[in-house]
RNA sequence: UGGGGUGUCGCCAAGCGGUAAGGCACUGGUCUCUGACACCAGCAUUACCUAGGUUCGAAUCCUAGCACCCCAGCCA
């Protein structure tokens, strides 16, 4: 809705750039994501950064699995990362491509390699090969394989093709410079024997292109223009550059880099989050608690709501720490417009109209949006005993409270005026019930004298309420930031709360995926796999705010 | 101690020699049948990591420092 003209960065700078140049007559970039678990929101930065570079300046995106890896690799992720995108609104159209379908050609060109004395066969171990790499500081040695000759080496690397030698037993290694200062130089491993079976191409293979070996000759393959990774592959382009030098590829797609995402309180890397579904911390990678986009989404976060932030955000390459609130200003912000709203009491404390005729129903009307006429309205049926919330009434108001108090009367939204004359307590003296009575003269809400209350407070009506399951979501992570070993140590252990709440009967049937601003509390959804109708589950996706609470966040 | 990067408001982020955009957060206030939303105002006043220098003029150019991040997987 608002205009947030969308800043500039120095993609979007470069992009323009190479077009008016002449440098790509279109922009092709592609999001090459491995299929070795599930997509989160810092993947949606980079899918938001590639489609939508490409949607801007009249390009195209390709979807393409960077699948090298087949022991870490499951159908499983293929097919929940292309959910994810397509769910996210991004549409990769017939440009589905995988790393594996290339590998006959990249099998070609490792041979050309060897061929031009650019790459030997070498039988060192790997524990060898990290010995003779030498450090930061020191240069690397050379293998004793590294001469081979030429014939050797295609021998060699055909019988590695043909399965002769176990895993481990040799690799392919580039001869670059044993003595430069990147060490991704120093002779990568370009081939290595894995016989473990391929989810995307089955059991063809037994040998495996690395990354570096995969991943420019792809995007040479497929026309990539701008090839857009994050910063930690920034050493790597180097090596990126010198494969598509000597190799016989269809042309020099460039690389570029952009800072990973860090959100706070919660963890971002994929190992991490396995670890959280594998000792079952969460419920699965989908667990609303999750930043993965399966998470999110089931959390009630919209798609609109996450293409936002990755635009808000913006795009640079210092480290950066996002607060979890611009995250949850943007799901407000989008639900806040599309929302209908709702009652529901989500800690019930129950009042009786003491005036109120004990048989009498009213079926009063509620606007589903205050701001969207549009949207319509709804009848919300009233009777003499109904629950409010408890955070809603104190019996020593303090000092600029101005719900329910003894004494004090209120507006019971869209309904009547009471006034709260008595407290009954239980025998521990806990307060279980309110009694009240109503002015009749302000049906609907407002009263005919213009006398003004100060505080209108939701409610739903006893008899009438469904009692439904609602779960409340809190921060993964007590702190900011956690790493190490013991990272664990700051997962937050109130997570999540599940309650009982009351909800006006019509959300009943809400479907799954169903969102709702339940007023005055926040913005909930049907749970996608747990919510049916006639049997709601709702997620809390995000609280309103509240200035009430002073700053107070999330009260779980 | 090698190489590659980054340093602009609490958190992001524009800016690319001409006198500090915007968002989130925060603080006041208006409005209000959601203490929500909306709206108004304030929020880096020689200040853009520091110190020098060039210039009529610098966050933007130069020099020297400092801090932080990444790289020694047959992971990506």
Not at 124 to 129: D, M, P, V
Request: charged share 25%; proline share 6%.
């Amino acid at each position: 809705m608002s205009e947030n003209p969308t800043t500039s960065n120095f993609l979007r700078s470069m992009v323009a750039g190479d077009l008016q140049s002449g440098r790509c007559q279109k922009v092709v970039t592609r999001f090459p994501p491995e299929p070795n678990g599930y997509l989160h929101i810092g993947h949606a930065k980079s899918i938001c950064l590639n489609f939508g570079l490409a949607q801007e300046f009249g390009g195209t995106c390709h979807l393409r699995f960077d699948d090298t890896n087949p022991v870490k690799e499951e159908m499983e992720y293929i097919e929940s990362i292309k959910a994810s995108v397509r769910w996210l609104g991004f549409d990769w159209g017939e440009n589905l491509y995988y790393a594996s379908d290339y590998f006959e050609q990249l099998y070609t060109w490792a041979e050309v390699l060897i061929v031009a004395g650019k790459a030997y066969v070498d039988d060192l171990s790997a524990e060898e090969i990290r010995g003779y790499r030498g450090s930061l500081t020191e240069p690397g040695k050379a293998s004793p394989w590294r001469e081979r000759s030429v014939e050797d080496n295609l021998a060699l690397f055909r019988r590695m093709r043909g399965g002769e030698f176990p895993d481990g037993s040799k690799v392919l290694r580039a001869k670059i410079d044993m003595s430069s200062p990147n060490l991704n130089l120093r002779d990568p491993v370009l081939y290595r024997i894995l016989h473990a079976p391929h989810p995307h191409v089955g059991a063809r293979w037994c040998i495996y292109p690395m990354y570096d070996f995969a991943h420019g000759q792809s995007d040479a393959i497929e026309g990539i223009t701008h090839s857009i990774c994050t910063l930690e592959f920034e050493d790597h382009r180097p090596l990126y550059n010198w494969l598509l030098e000597n190799l016989p590829v269809p042309g020099h797609p460039r690389q570029y880099e952009f800072a990973r995402l860090n959100l706070g309180y919660t963890v971002m890397s994929k190992r991490k989050l396995l670890q959280l579904v594998k000792d079952g911390d969460v419920g699965g990678w989908d667990d609303p608690r999750m930043p993965t986009l399966d998470g999110l989404r089931r959390r009630g976060y919209t798609p609109a709501a996450i293409r936002l932030f990755c635009e808000r955000i913006g795009v640079g390459r210092s480290d950066s720490w996002i607060d979890l609130s611009v995250l949850e200003d943007c799901v407000r912000e989008d639900l806040n417009e599309k929302a209908p709203r709702a009652l529901a009491v989500l800690k019930p404390l129950k009042v009786v109209i003491d005036n109120y005729p004990p048989e009498q129903v009213e079926e009063l009307e509620v606007p589903n949006h205050p701001g969207h006429p549009e949207m319509g309205s709804r009848k919300v049926p009233f009777g003499r005993e109904i629950y409010i919330e408890r955070d809603d009434f104190e019996e020593f108001p303090a000092k600029g409270f101005f719900r329910l108090a003894p004494g004090r009367e209120v507006r019971l939204r869209c309904a009547y005026f009471i006034r709260c004359e008595e407290i009954v307590r239980d025998a521990g003296g806990e307060i279980v019930e309110l009694r009240c009575n109503y002015d009749p003269a302000t049906r609907g809400g407002s009263a005919t004298d213009g006398r003004k209350v100060k505080g209108t407070i939701h409610w739903v009506s006893a008899r009438h309420g469904v009692t439904a399951e609602v779960r409340l979501y809190d921060r993964l992570l007590t702190t900011a930031s956690s790493t190490g070993d013991d990272w664990k140590a700051a997962l937050n252990t109130r997570s999540v709360e599940v309650i009982a709440a009351v909800l006006e009967p019509g959300l009943a049937g809400a479907a799954p995926e169903d969102r709702f601003q339940f007023e005055r509390l926040g913005y909930f959804c049907a749970d996608r796999h747990d919510s049916h109708p006639g049997a709601p589950v709702f997620n809390r996706t995000v609280t309103l705010r509240d200035s009430w609470g002073k700053g107070g966040q999330s009260p779980a």
